[in-house]
C-alpha cells in the first residue's frame, strides 16, 4: 500500500512558476511509475506527466509540454512537477497517483492517488 500527500500548491501569478510535490510512504515508491494529473472546476480529470519507476522516461500532455517537467528522486520517495509559464487556464487541483504498472496517460491505470494540492494562477 502507497500513501500519496501532495504539497506546494498555491497562488502564483500568470508567467510565474511554481513546484508542487508529492510525498510517499512506504518501501516500494521505486516499484511504482508516477503521474499528476488535474481537475479544474467544472471540468473532467485530465492527465498532465507521467515518469517511470526510475525517472529514465518521461511523457506530457501537449498543454503542458515545454512547460511543465516531472521529476522524482526514489531515495526521497518524492516525485515532483515543476511548473513555470503559467497560465490562468493552468489553475486547478493537481493530484499525483503511483501505477504498479508502466507509465500511463490514463487515470484508471493508477493504483494510489493523493489528495490534492491546489494551484491558482492570476491573471
Known amino acids: 500500500q502507497v500513501q500519496l500527500v501532495e504539497s506546494g500548491g498555491g497562488l502564483v501569478q500568470a508567467g510565474g512558476s511554481l513546484q508542487v510535490s508529492c510525498a510517499a510512504s512506504?518501501?516500494?515508491?521505486?516499484?511504482?511509475?508516477m503521474g499528476w494529473f488535474r481537475q479544474a472546476p467544472g471540468k473532467e480529470r485530465e492527465f498532465v506527466a507521467t515518469?517511470?519507476?526510475?525517472?529514465?522516461?518521461?511523457y506530457y500532455a501537449d498543454s503542458v509540454k515545454g512547460r511543465f517537467t516531472i521529476s522524482r528522486d526514489n531515495a526521497k520517495n518524492t516525485v515532483y512537477l515543476h511548473m513555470s509559464s503559467l497560465k490562468s487556464e493552468d489553475t486547478a487541483v493537481y493530484y499525483c497517483?503511483?501505477?504498479?504498472?508502466?507509465?500511463?496517460?490514463?487515470?484508471?491505470?493508477?493504483?494510489?492517488w493523493g489528495q490534492g494540492t491546489q494551484v491558482t494562477v492570476s491573471s
Open positions: 515518469i517511470n519507476r526510475i525517472g529514465g522516461s518521461t
Open positions: 497517483a503511483a501505477a504498479r504498472r508502466g507509465p500511463s496517460t490514463s487515470a484508471a491505470s493508477y493504483d494510489h
Open positions: 512506504g518501501r516500494t515508491f521505486s516499484s511504482y511509475s
